[in-house]
């Protein structure tokens, strides 16, 4: 079954929404305790890096997550939570994030090398493009449109990258994955069909796929 981390600072109904309509087994709790019962666990974000991880530390969760990690469980980090699993983010200061992934969350520029200015954040549909097609998260998939919300963006190992998008001249992993440990900067769960079997494929990954 999937466990969606509730730490206080998800996107928790429209994941849990997506969730309904694949038939996936979840739940959401805030409970270690339930949580270590879960065969893949989901950790959605959105607001500030830093308080996302004051969060996770306030509830014992930071421990945990690289504990399940370490156990081999897979592991989906959503929009902020796909930042988390990096080394570091530069959001208000400089932080510590879970350092499952190596990597640097830094802020959009606003401005290409040629200086023609850009909005931030990034709001909207923009295109996938795939990096590794043989990856087992891609199964099934064409290169399509996803929906983003960011005004930060992880400077990733190439190795880990496994789709990105082009906003103006910035490269953005789009999707990162190691080993179980994945992350989309976008929201599959409000970026229709490819949203969805991104979300599916994972379900599998963790061995729970849809059920009639």
């Not at 988390?84 to 530069?90: D, G, I, P, V």
């Amino acid at each position: 079954m999937i466990g969606v981390i509730d730490y206080g600072m998800g996107n928790l109904f429209s994941v849990q929404k997506a969730l309904e309509r694949l038939k996936a087994p979840f739940f959401v709790s805030e409970s270690i305790d339930e949580l270590e019962t879960a065969s893949g666990l989901i950790l959605p974000g959105v607001g500030a890096f830093p308080d996302a991880m004051k969060k996770l530390t306030e509830t014992d969760m930071v421990p945990f997550i690289e504990r399940k990690a370490a156990e081999g469980i897979p592991l989906l980090g959503i929009c902020l939570g796909m930042q988390l699993l990096f080394t570091k983010s530069e959001e208000h200061g400089e932080h510590n994030g879970l350092g499952l992934l190596e990597g640097e969350v830094v802020r959009f520029p606003g401005k290409t090398e040629e200086n023609q200015t850009y909005k931030v954040p990034h709001i909207g549909w923009n295109n996938l493009v795939f990096h590794k097609r043989d990856n087992q998260l891609l199964s099934g998939l064409e290169e399509d449109f996803a929906y983003f919300v960011h005004s930060y963006y992880v400077r990733a190992d190439e190795d880990a990258v496994i789709a990105y998008s082009d906003y103006f001249d910035v490269k953005v992993p789009a999707i990162v994955g190691r080993d179980h440990i994945f992350g989309m900067q976008f929201h599959p769960e409000k970026s229709s069909k490819l949203g969805m079997q991104l979300l599916s494929n994972f379900t599998k990954l963790a061995g729970q796929g849809e059920r009639s």
